[in-house]
């Protein structure tokens, strides 16, 4: 029985992306041919595949193979949609209370792992079809399957084209005359570009191809990145990435590469400095906005711990009526933790001041990524002083007010804990950003690890030691 726009119940839930009845549907109807012409079952399958109903799509598929063909009404093969999707990365939007947030948590990760098993089966089940049909997608269809999926970063098809046909790996844009590696690199596709490195010799290959605008591989990676690869972040973490990237490049082509001008009579360098001049000047005012931020409140907090020690009163150290500890304890905790605060937020306020004021007094510009990197360890050592003066906070409190009865203090302890713990719960992402950038060093070989790190590293491949093939790999690298 057909209803709205005639179309039959499942198609209709189908469209309305009602992923669980469209399954049952189809579990329903084993001889869907029978109940529907095929056209219509063209128009399902696409419906399938716009509204991620991968694990019907599949299905659909292993029974008619002839679908891998078939294109839509604008002219796209399956292949070619699918090319067109990005990799399944997923954004959890935090919400205000931590049960909610957790409960979205699971349900998303649930339907992460679901969606990429359809995603996975709907490939195995196209390139299945495509082996079956006698009818081949031409080569036209399948270079713009390609670069399609390049752009996506879209993994699995390249992977699954590379693996039926290896010769599409040289394949050339032929209006722009860019391969596959000039496409990683213009749209920062990292898992594409790590993808063609892993072949070995093939990249010196495409390596020296150059586009119809003069430019090489490291010209592109000067320009600009698309918008919407960043979506809604800040300049200064867009110029951050744009500036690792570029380095990141550069450490693969050779040096007459480096020195080439394009058409307009640039170089990869000046390419770059002349396309992020304006994202350059915004994110350096925005790193020093919020370095001048937080010196002011680094200030307070050193001044707070400065006055704290010089007004404390001292006596009866060796009295033992104070909850928990004596007082000669609670003393000498109240003593470490502010000095110790103290220390750290002095260092906080040097790494601002290194970002505010210029590195050098020549007129040469500090690159983001060095700012950004004292910020973050500026971050790092004020959140360390603020948690040593409230530790301060408490055992001060306690030799003042050492009247009070311990289920008080643990009660107090108790609340610190709960509001820290929000705290991480509702920034969770700002600290995980901040330890990768941090753990990104380790992975760096010690040639071009800051000299400042190098103990860090050493004291984290004591405490984890690589095995000893990991170690043969970096030798072979560096």
């Not at 570029?246 to 170089?267: H, Q, S, W, Y």
């Not at 994110?283 to 002011?296: D, G, I, Q, Y």
């Not at 509001?419 to 719960?425: E, N, S, Y």
Request: with cysteine; proline share 4%.
């Amino acid at each position: 029985m057909r209803g709205h726009n005639d179309m039959l119940p499942i198609q209709l839930a189908s469209s309305a992306g009602h992923i669980p009845m469209t399954e049952f549907l189809f579990q329903a109807t084993d001889d869907l041919h029978n109940i529907l012409p095929f056209p219509d079952i063209v128009k399902l399958f696409f419906m399938t595949i716009t509204n991620n109903i991968f694990t019907v799509t599949s299905k659909l598929l292993d029974r008619y193979p002839k679908l891998v063909t078939i294109e839509n009404e604008e002219g796209l093969t399956t292949l070619q949609m699918l090319a067109q999707f990005f990799n399944i990365i997923y954004t959890f939007i935090l919400n205000p209370t931590l049960y909610v947030y957790m409960t979205n948590f699971l349900n998303s990760m649930v339907a992460w792992c679901k969606e990429t098993v359809g995603h996975q089966d709907i490939i195995n089940s196209l390139f299945k079809g495509m082996e079956e049909e006698k009818e081949a997608l031409n080569s036209e269809q399948l270079s713009k399957a390609l670069f399609d999926a390049a752009k996506s970063g879209n993994i699995m098809i390249l992977e699954r084209l590379f693996m039926y046909h290896p010769d599409l790996l040289f394949e050339v844009d032929s209006t722009e005359q860019r391969s596959l590696l000039h496409i990683a690199i213009l749209y920062r596709q990292e898992t594409v570009y790590r993808l063609i490195l892993s072949k070995g010799a093939s990249k010196n290959v495409m390596m020296q191809l150059i586009d119809f605008e003069g430019n090489n591989v490291l010209h592109l990676a000067g320009k600009l990145a698309p918008e919407e690869r960043f979506a809604l972040s800040t300049n200064h973490v867009i110029m951050r990435c744009e500036e690792k990237w570029f380095k990141e490049v550069e450490k693969i082509v050779p040096g007459a590469m480096k020195r080439m001008r394009n058409k307009d009579g640039l170089t990869p360098k000046e390419l770059f400095y002349w396309s992020h001049k304006g994202l350059h000047k915004e994110s350096e005012s925005e790193v020093k906005v919020t370095a001048n931020t937080l010196v002011v409140v680094a200030t307070l907090v050193i001044t707070l711990g400065i006055t704290a020690v010089l007004t404390l009163p001292v006596k009866d150290i060796e009295s033992k009526d104070t909850p928990i500890f004596g007082r000669k304890t609670w003393y000498t905790l109240f003593y470490l933790s502010i000095t110790s605060g103290t220390c750290l937020c002095a260092a906080s306020m040097f790494c601002y001041a290194s970002v505010i004021l210029p590195s050098s007094w020549e007129p040469k510009e500090e690159s983001v990524f060095s700012r950004q990197t004292k910020l973050i360890f500026g971050n790092g050592t004020l959140f360390g002083s603020i948690a040593l003066m409230f530790s301060s906070i408490g055992s001060g409190s306690i030799l003042i007010f050492d009247f009070i009865s311990n289920w008080i203090l643990f009660s107090i302890s108790g609340l610190g804990c709960i509001v820290l713990l929000l705290h991480f719960a509702l920034d969770h992402k700002r600290w995980d950003s901040s330890l990768r950038f941090v753990l990104s060093f380790f992975v760096l070989p010690p040639e071009k690890r800051p000299r400042l790190l190098w103990p860090i590293h050493n004291i984290y491949e004591a405490c984890h030691p690589l095995p000893k093939e990991k170690k043969k790999k970096n030798k072979n690298f560096n």
